[in-house]
């Protein structure tokens, strides 16, 4: 199995930035399909983004698109999720998660292995 761990949330004004990273380490991270998801408090995990093993297809949530970008290092076993012009809506726990298909899934049930969470809140 992948272990999976993420860091890089935190407290951000409107307008502001973040970059989120999930590192992996167990099994061969290039294996794996790799998304992101959040879950504001109340609501059900939400798709954020994917991304397949060698970056070549990627999907995000229409509510993302053209401000968050999602990207993976598999030199370095990890994936990135850069996130620019930051709204109070985008305030959610943010999880990373693997998935052994080959096609990336905007459903959570799809994916094998989650991280945590990384806490992001943004203030308007």
């Known amino acids: 199995q992948v272990q999976l761990v993420e860091s890089g949330g935190g407290l951000v004004q409107a307008g502001g930035s973040l970059r989120l990273s999930c590192a992996a380490s167990?099994?061969?991270?290039?294996?794996?399909?790799m998304g992101w998801f959040r879950q504001a408090p109340g609501k059900e995990r939400e798709f954020v983004a994917a991304?397949?093993?060698?970056?070549?297809?990627?999907y995000y949530a229409e509510s993302v698109k053209g401000r968050f970008t999602i990207s993976r290092d598999n030199a370095k076993n990890t994936m990135y999720l850069q996130m620019s012009s930051l709204k109070p809506e985008d305030t959610a726990v943010y999880y990373c998660?693997?998935?052994?298909?080959?096609?990336?899934?905007?459903?959570?049930?799809?994916?094998?292995?989650w991280g945590q969470g990384t806490q992001v809140t943004v203030s308007s």
């Open positions: 998660a693997a998935d052994a298909g080959v096609i990336p899934s905007r459903y959570y049930l799809n994916y094998d292995y």
């Open positions: 167990g099994r061969t991270f290039s294996r794996y399909t």
């Open positions: 991304i397949t093993r060698s970056a070549d297809i990627i």
